[in-house]
Each structure stands twice: as structure tokens, then as C-alpha cells.
């Protein structure tokens, strides 16, 4: 058995992930394993981590919407498997989409859901706008002094399980500090000032004796974020689609594209794979990787990966109804949810996308149309299983 770390890098995209310039991110690179083509399930905080917790697609973990379902009450965590396997499991987590209320908290002692309310005195678990959420979060200095303050209580040799996350990238773009790191944009500022705390977290865990030689790490990020122009790739605001404010509405890689480096014992060090994997699978690696028995999911151990540095790609679903939220505020009435599949074999990159209630299908080559600009239509929806 070895200890679980599980990093959670909110609205990360992909490419800004691996621009080199994140300090905390190229050390865990240099340590283990780095996909560069992982997909995340949906482009909304609680559904794709519900996700990564179960390594179900939504419809079998239950959550399809910003704020109606919560997670299926039979449904099986990784927390849950962890603690029954021996580990002491905690979280820290930093904004409304992983409030306890979605069931999230499922499976750990200690989950540290707390957060401000927003700055008119609101709920912001009950704000359906994603970005106006993004103004009550936990800033990640918080998030590390309280994930380092529970391991401090865990008794000496006990195994855990945590699960940090860090909300700082998430709109509005405001970084509090500067740590010399280049970047183009306020956002990018976010994602460095998360970054520089990431590595606060790794040192202060080895600063109690958890050496990282011996932890599983495994950091992701469940979306990747719209910028409406900062980035080639973007779609969103006077790019086409002006109900898309950062993330939720759109299925293309700008969000579902995302970061995913696991390292650890026995894990190839320095390895990057092409092959296409996904944010599900991150559930059965962990349970493979600590030797525990499998639960059925829609995903499948990294392991081959992990120790060859290379395997085939998988085909990622990616889902989001959030559009049915949207349309109910009335401002845009013609929005449906979207479904995509994203293949990949070879040198061979491509992606359908449907809308749910349309005749409305597109197929992308990612390789011709890299930023998903040129959509061929096709008669009718592929199936899905």
C-alpha cells in the first residue's frame, strides 16, 4: 500500500498546463507520466469530478447539471474503496461546484468544503452562473494550510488519501501574487499563482516525512477554460458563441482538452504519452496502482502507461446539459446540450459532435483543424453504447 494524492488544478487548460513555464507542473512531469491527450467528461466542476471520483461517465454517477442531481447514492468513490482499504481520506476543496451537498464528500473523514459567500451576501451554491460561483472560493494559501494541518493530526505511519483543489485559475482573472513565472494574461497569472502553491503542498508534505518517492501523485484538471480570443482555439463571447462564459456550454478541446501527470512508485519517470486517455480512468489507475479490487467503470487502468510509456488511445465521450440551464434564464432559448465523442488512432484525431434534440451533427479532423473552426455536418449521431 503507498499514500494517495490526488490534485485537482481547476480550469487548467491543457496547453498552458505544458507551456514550461509552471515550475510545480514540469517537476511532477519529471517525476512521472505526462498524457498530453487527456479528455475530461464534461466541461462543469461537479460532473467531471464526479467523474474522476467514481470513473463513471455522468449518466451512471447521476450528476448532468451545474446544480439539480447529486451523486447516486449506491454509486461507489475512490474515497469510499481507500478508506475501507485502511487509509485516513481527507479533502480540501475551494469552491461551490464540490459543496458536500452533491455527495461528493462520500468516503472521506474530513472534507473541507468551506467557502465565502458571494460579495452581495449570497448563497453561491444556489448562483447557477458559472462565472459569478467563481467569486467564492478558498485562495489556494488556505487550501494548503489546511491540507498540511490534517496530515499534521494523522498518526505516524498512518496511509492516506487527499485530495486537494485548487480553484484560483477559475474566473475572475485576479492573480494576488507574482512569482516570476512569464505569462501573456491575468489567466495565465492564475494558473502560476496555483502552481506556485502546488509546490508549497509538496514541500511542506515531504517537510512531514511523506516523500513524494513514495506517494502516488496524480494531478489533473477537470476543464480547461474559453478565453474568447486569448488563445487560437477559443469560441467563445464575439467568436460565435456568447452564452459561453469561460466554460459549460461547448464541448470543443479548448475545455475538454485537459492536464493529467501521475507519478510515483514504480512509475516511468519523464515519460510522455500521446496516446488518448481520459479523465475516468484516473479511478481504476488509482485502484490498480494500490492493488485493490476493481469496481466496474467506464474507464480503464493507466497501468500499461505507467510503466512502458506508451499504450493505444481510448475513445473519450464528453457530455454537457448545462445549455438546459442556461436556456431556462430565458436569455438564450434556442440552446440544447451537446454530446462528443473524440477518437484518436495513429496519427489520426477526430471528433463528433451532436446536439441532444437536433439534427445537428459535426465531425472535426484535429489534425487538419486543430482550433475545431471547420465542422463537416454528417446525417445522424454516432452510437455511444
Not at 487527499?162 to 482573472?173: E, M, V
Request: overall charge negative.
Amino acid at each position: 500500500m503507498t499514500n494517495v494524492l490526488l490534485i485537482s488544478l481547476d480550469t487548467v487548460r491543457a496547453d498552458v498546463a505544458y507551456s514550461g513555464r509552471m515550475p510545480g507542473i514540469e517537476a511532477l512531469r519529471r517525476r512521472g507520466v505526462t498524457f498530453r491527450q487527456a479528455i475530461s467528461s464534461a466541461p462543469l466542476t461537479p460532473i467531471s469530478h464526479a467523474s474522476v471520483f467514481t470513473g463513471l461517465q455522468p449518466a451512471g454517477h447521476g450528476i448532468r447539471h451545474l446544480f439539480r442531481e447529486q451523486l447516486k447514492p449506491h454509486v461507489p468513490t475512490l474515497a469510499q474503496q481507500l478508506k475501507e482499504a485502511g487509509h485516513a481520506t481527507g479533502a480540501v476543496v475551494s469552491c461551490p461546484g464540490l459543496n458536500r451537498w452533491y455527495g461528493l464528500d462520500r468516503g472521506f473523514d474530513f472534507y473541507d468544503d468551506e467557502i465565502p459567500r458571494l460579495p452581495d451576501g449570497s448563497d453561491p451554491l444556489t448562483v447557477g452562473d458559472v462565472k459569478m460561483r467563481g467569486l467564492a472560493l478558498k485562495r489556494a494559501p488556505l487550501v494548503v494550510d489546511r491540507a498540511v494541518e490534517w496530515l499534521s493530526g494523522l498518526r505516524p505511519g498512518q496511509e492516506f488519501f487527499l485530495f486537494a483543489h485548487f480553484f484560483d485559475a477559475h474566473w475572475p482573472y485576479e492573480p494576488p501574487e507574482e512569482f516570476g513565472v512569464p505569462v501573456d494574461n491575468p489567466y495565465e497569472g492564475e494558473v502560476a499563482y496555483s502552481d506556485h502553491y502546488l509546490q508549497e503542498l509538496l514541500s511542506k508534505m515531504e517537510d512531514l516525512g511523506h516523500s513524494l518517492e513514495d506517494t502516488l501523485v496524480v494531478l489533473f484538471s477537470d476543464h480547461g477554460e474559453d478565453l474568447a480570443g486569448w488563445y487560437p482555439n477559443d469560441h467563445s463571447g464575439e467568436l460565435g458563441h456568447p452564452y459561453e462564459e469561460g466554460h459549460g456550454c461547448l464541448l470543443f478541446d479548448t475545455t475538454q482538452h485537459v492536464p493529467l501527470i501521475v507519478s510515483g512508485p514504480g512509475i516511468a519517470r519523464g515519460a510522455e504519452v500521446g496516446s488518448q486517455v481520459r479523465l475516468v480512468d484516473i479511478a481504476p489507475t488509482v485502484l490498480d496502482r494500490l492493488k485493490l479490487p476493481e469496481q466496474e467503470t467506464d474507464g480503464a487502468s493507466l497501468g500499461e502507461f505507467l510503466t512502458t510509456g506508451s499504450g493505444p488511445s481510448r475513445p473519450a465521450y464528453s457530455e454537457t446539459y448545462y445549455p438546459e440551464e442556461r436556456r431556462a434564464s430565458g436569455e438564450y432559448p434556442d440552446l440544447l446540450p451537446l454530446k462528443a465523442v473524440r477518437l484518436a488512432r495513429d496519427d489520426e484525431r477526430q471528433k463528433v459532435i451532436w446536439t441532444v434534440g437536433s439534427e445537428t451533427v459535426e465531425l472535426y479532423d484535429l489534425v487538419a483543424d486543430p482550433h475545431e473552426h471547420q465542422g463537416t455536418p454528417l446525417t445522424q449521431p454516432p452510437r455511444t453504447g
